[in-house]
């Protein structure tokens, strides 16, 4: 008498599902990491070391170059060893523990692709020893700037394999645990990443505004000011005067109008001559229809000295002008908004809990008095107009600046003629 086994159960079913993708996730994990540790090699063992010790570049040049690469490629080694050994959550909990080394690169990789740019142009020895070693059979026809780029694209892949992974390893594995902090970490990395290339483009666009505006006297770049769309729009005058075309620049923090230079001049032919700069801070705007024949339509933006009227005849342009300018506003004010609310909270007095034992008729009265005037003095603050802004020079721009320290400093009340 034969016996036959009966159907797995759903349960047991999906645990084998769980575990062949996991194989396949794993065996895939294996074999690109080491790959990875391969071309680390390459840049380590024929850049780095060989530089350093032929003395082509000065030192401060190489590691403004090749930043941490020799200790991510040390920490990457170790890592493949725990890889290969099938220890996924001990081998990713201690490459956790090193991210540090990723954060470093990650965040000099512009600098580094600008000053290896540099130095292709003005150090001959070094152009020539890139050109030699990028021959050599190991390297594939790859080049250093692609190989550069590595640890940047590998901390993506290390996002999707570790979601996979912990996506199909059961939570009573001992690994989840690890494999589920190193999704966290690693996804935070990945953060920094998409965070720094914003800044970088937006930089690159502030730059080219920078550059189509004649002269030096309309400052854009600023830190914390993010580019978020151009374009011409007819400006309405007073008094029943045509309207005029006008180039328009929305920024995160102001609106900048500006006007052609004459084709017919030698140097700025292709150039904009900034005329006004409106701050979005007290700004507010509004769609007026009925004002034109056909399509299109007005947009009225009010500011505290000045009031525009624009005018488009494409429909969907004036809709994302306004969506544009909604938002700009919208999010300005609301950061401003709790730019106050922490200065009102450091000017608040503070009072120990043994103070409001030993004297309850003044905790009683004059706390309340003393938040009452702080009051009346952060709203008669808010009611001062703010300083004029002024634009910082371009070489005074950091990438760690955020859009909450430009809203505070470079936004004011009214228009700044140009």
């Not at 062949?20 to 990875?36: D, G, M, N, P, W």
């Not at 700025?268 to 700004?283: E, I, M, R, V, W």
């Not at 008669?380 to 910082?392: H, I, T």
């Amino acid at each position: 008498m034969s016996f036959f086994p009966g159907p797995c159960s759903p349960i047991q079913e999906q645990r084998d599902r769980w575990e062949r993708k996991r194989s396949r996730t794993a065996r895939e994990l294996v074999l690109t990491e080491q790959h990875y540790c391969q071309q680390l090699k390459l840049v380590t063992t024929y850049f780095v070391e060989i530089l350093k010790a032929k003395g082509t570049l000065r030192q401060d040049i190489g590691e403004n170059i090749f930043s941490s690469i020799k200790a991510i490629h040390s920490v990457n080694q170790s890592l493949l060893v725990h890889l290969e050994n099938a220890y996924f959550g001990r081998g990713f909990d201690q490459f956790c523990s090193n991210l540090q080394h990723y954060n470093t690169y990650v965040d000099n990789i512009y600098n580094a692709n600008k000053v290896l740019g540099i130095q292709l142009k003005k150090n001959k020895a070094f152009r020539r020893f890139k050109k030699l070693q990028e021959t050599r059979p190991e390297f594939n026809n790859h080049k250093l700037e692609d190989l550069l780029q590595l640890p940047i694209q590998r901390i993506d892949q290390y996002k999707h394999f570790l979601q996979d992974l912990t996506s199909n390893t059961s939570p009573d594995n001992p690994e989840f645990q690890q494999l589920s902090r190193a999704v966290t970490a690693v996804c935070e990395v990945s953060q920094r990443i998409e965070n720094n290339t914003r800044r970088h483009e937006n930089h690159l666009q502030l730059c080219r505004v920078q550059k189509l505006l004649k002269g030096r006297k309309t400052k854009v770049l600023a830190a914390g000011r993010w580019y978020i769309r151009e374009g011409w729009l007819n400006m309405v005058l007073p008094k029943g005067a045509e309207a005029k075309p006008k180039m328009f620049f929305l920024f995160s923090d102001m609106l900048l109008q500006a006007k052609r230079c004459s084709p017919l001049h030698p140097t700025n032919g292709d150039k904009f001559t900034g005329q006004h700069s409106y701050p979005l801070q007290d700004c507010t705007v509004e769609k007026v229809f009925g004002h034109t024949k056909s399509q299109g339509g007005l947009l009225s933006l009010t500011f505290p000295k000045a009031k525009l009227l624009l005018m488009s005849g494409n429909q969907q342009d004036l809709n994302d002008w306004y969506q544009s300018l909604s938002s700009a506003i919208r999010k300005l004010q609301s950061k401003l908004t709790v730019v106050h609310q922490r200065e009102e909270l450091r000017q608040r007095p503070l009072h120990s809990a043994a103070d409001s034992h030993n004297t309850p008729s003044c905790s009683s009265n004059d706390p309340g008095r003393k938040r009452n005037m702080v009051s009346i003095e952060t709203s008669e603050q808010a009611q001062k107009p703010p300083v004029e802004w002024e634009g910082s020079a371009p070489k005074r721009m950091k990438q760690s600046d955020t859009p909450e320290q430009s809203t505070a400093e470079a936004s004011s009340s009214g228009c700044v003629i140009l």
